[in-house]
């Protein structure tokens, strides 16, 4: 599923016209883009929470060489899903 | 941030479009990203990142109060995988 199918589930769903659909769906995702950028978490009842996480500085290698190398400190955003998108997937 | 937050921020950027009206189509998003995974489906979103299952194994826990040995079953788990756009927008405020 693309965020094309996205916006046909929109229509399909509750009417939204295709062209209304696609812009949503775009502006939803460059928000949260936008929002996690400024290191800010967003927290999405009964779906999960994406969190921005710091990472420090550590040695690290080389896998090809084994030249040892610096890996700089840097930010991850991970996804923790909620209880609810747990429990409903479990036994697929 | 909270999903309210989110919807008023979506609402101020969309014309046209009350605050109640974006509620029930960013949920209606989330509920078919939710819906496709649990149809063994993946989500992915261009520059955001995708979403899909991760198995996990089966595996003995065991009760913390009793210490009784407990067999978990194997399930499937939601899995986001952050996308390159987002991974390196996050990095840019370093």
């Known amino acids: ?92 | 941030m909270t999903k309210s937050e989110l919807i008023e921020k979506i609402s101020e950027k969309v014309d046209g479009l009350s605050k109640k009206q974006t509620e029930v189509i960013v949920e209606t998003i989330f509920e078919s990203i939710k819906e496709s995974l649990a149809k063994g489906g993946k989500v992915e979103i261009r520059g955001f990142g995708n979403f899909r299952l991760r198995s996990r194994n089966a595996r003995k826990a065991r009760n913390p109060k009793t210490g009784e040995a407990v067999d978990v079953p194997p399930k499937k788990v939601p899995y986001f995988k952050v996308g390159k756009e987002l991974r390196e927008m996050v990095n840019r405020s370093l």
Request: charge should be positive; charged fraction near 35%.
């Open chain 1, 1 to 92: 599923m693309t965020k094309a199918d996205l916006a046909d589930r929109l229509y399909e769903k509750i009417g939204l016209p295709k062209k209304e659909a696609t812009a949503i769906v775009e502006t939803l995702f460059d928000s949260m883009k936008n929002i996690l950028s400024e290191g800010e978490s967003i927290k999405i009842t009964g779906f999960g929470t994406f969190l921005v996480r710091k990472k420090g500085s550590r040695k690290g290698r080389n896998p090809k060489t084994g030249t040892e190398l610096e890996i700089e400190q840097r930010k991850v955003v991970t996804f923790k899903p909620s209880l609810q998108f747990k429990a409903l997937v479990e036994k697929v």
